[in-house]
């Protein structure tokens, strides 16, 4: 099936860093959803994002759809303690909406 | 606020055990998904249900199956559990066309 790789996998930052992740397809995407996963708890669903070239920004994160629809990145400026955790982005596509997620991205921001 | 909720935050569970594993949203969402999540596999798909009784298989469905006998409750059965099922397991919902899932807290299963 569709496969959507992240890089990096891993990342240690220090506080007030910025921080990027990246997310790459062979094939276009329908969408990008991102999702963040707090140590012990959930993915919780950040943003989608749906046209080619398309930016979004939710206070320091800003996330980013290729031009040609096959890769998008998620953006932290200035990096908090509480971006700690693991970034996912995912594609919703096919019947009944099914989300396949990608490799994701561990972040570790060190105080 | 959108809730899912996972009946049970940890279980543990002997080899052979029949396992069922409860999820009820309160939002009235047509779709309902179990993933299951591992160390360096990520997320995996193992059902979902678009509808009350319909179910369709994800990517890793061997060794279990589903229920849907009501919109807000979607149940994963084990039907003879084994120590490879030992897993963080999630369920999601969603309303249907393109949007973002909410997830339950998890479940995480031991088999023993």
């Known amino acids: 099936g569709q496969q959507v790789m992240q890089i990096p996998q891993y990342q240690h930052v220090q506080e007030g860093e910025d921080f990027t992740t990246y997310c790459n397809s062979s094939?276009?995407?329908?969408?990008i959803q991102w999702y963040k996963q707090r140590p012990g708890g959930h993915p919780v669903f950040l943003i989608q994002?749906?046209?080619?070239?398309e930016v979004k920004k939710q206070k320091r994160l800003t996330f980013q759809f290729g031009e040609a629809k096959k890769n998008s990145s998620l953006h932290i400026t200035a990096t908090q303690t509480t971006d700690v955790g693991t970034y996912f982005c995912?594609?919703?596509?096919?019947?009944?909406?099914?989300?396949?997620f990608g490799t994701g991205t561990k972040l570790q921001v060190i105080p | 606020d959108v809730k899912v909720t996972q009946s049970s935050r940890y279980l543990v569970k002997r080899t052979g055990e029949k396992v069922f594993l409860e999820c009820v949203q309160d939002m009235d969402h047509e779709n309902m998904f179990w993933y299951r999540q591992d160390p360096g596999l990520g997320l995996r798909l193992i059902y979902f249900s678009y509808d009350v009784k319909m179910k369709e298989k994800g990517d890793i469905p061997e060794g279990y199956s589903v229920s849907r006998e009501k919109k807000e409750r979607f149940s994963l059965i084990l039907e003879s559990a084994s120590t490879n099922q030992t897993s963080m397991y999630l369920c999601?919902?969603?309303?249907?066309?393109?949007?973002?899932?909410?997830f339950g807290s998890g479940t995480r299963l031991t088999v023993v």
């Open positions: 999601a919902s969603s309303p249907p066309g393109y949007y973002g899932y909410t």
């Open positions: 995912a594609e919703n596509s096919g019947g009944y909406q099914k989300v396949t």
């Open positions: 094939t276009t995407l329908s969408n």
């Open positions: 994002l749906v046209k080619s070239g």
